[in-house]
């Protein structure tokens, strides 16, 4: 019964990041993923373009399907406003209970509220359980076939405002090819691509950010 790569991703911050200290916390997730295991967090390249544009939103209220070890979590989280919040979906117990102790390593386990189960039920949830109204910003970064009718849920649930912003990841690589067909053909959507790489390789992949219109 050895350890599984999100419980030695976990030793590695535990082990080399400086609690309270989100940026140390990526630096060394990142440093990990590069140098001793491959690991499909978004990573430092399409990391920035993540930054820039929750910089861009400044969202009080942000939605994150797809937590695995917490990476992103913490990229967005410690770039909140005060006040604001991240809500972040997770369907694996295991990932979520290593992105649990990742997410307090970095100090902002305020900012974050972790939530185990499907998107498809968890999603019509989100107005009752966490008193949401809309969402200002969404990441997908789940099943890349979750990506279409997750997006169609929130707008069947009301959670998207005019102006809300979905940041999807993997658009190339695994890809998701009917989600990009989708919100790139919609009139109920202003789409643009960002060219990048799959994490810690060469290999093309990239970012879709996808303004919804109202
Ligand atoms: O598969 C990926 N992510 C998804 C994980 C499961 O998510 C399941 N999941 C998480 C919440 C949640 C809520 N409801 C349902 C399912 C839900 C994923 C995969 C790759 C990748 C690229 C090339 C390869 F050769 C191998 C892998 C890269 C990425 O960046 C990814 O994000
Ligand atoms: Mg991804």
Redesign the pocket.
Known sequence: TGSTRPQRLLRAVQKKATQGDPQSVIATIDDFCRHSEWA?N?GDEKGLILDSIVSEVNPSTALE????CGYSTVRIARLLPPGGRCIT????PAYAAVARQVIAWAGIQDKVQLVEG???DLIPQMKELFGVQTFDFVFL????D?YLPDAKLLEECGLLREGTVLLA??VI??GTPEYLQYVRNSPRYESRYFKSH??YTKVEDGLEKSVFLG
């Open positions: 499909m978004v399907l797809g937590t695995y979906l997770e369907f694996n499907p998107s498809g970064d789940h099943w890349k979750r990841d993997n690589c695994p799959l994490e």
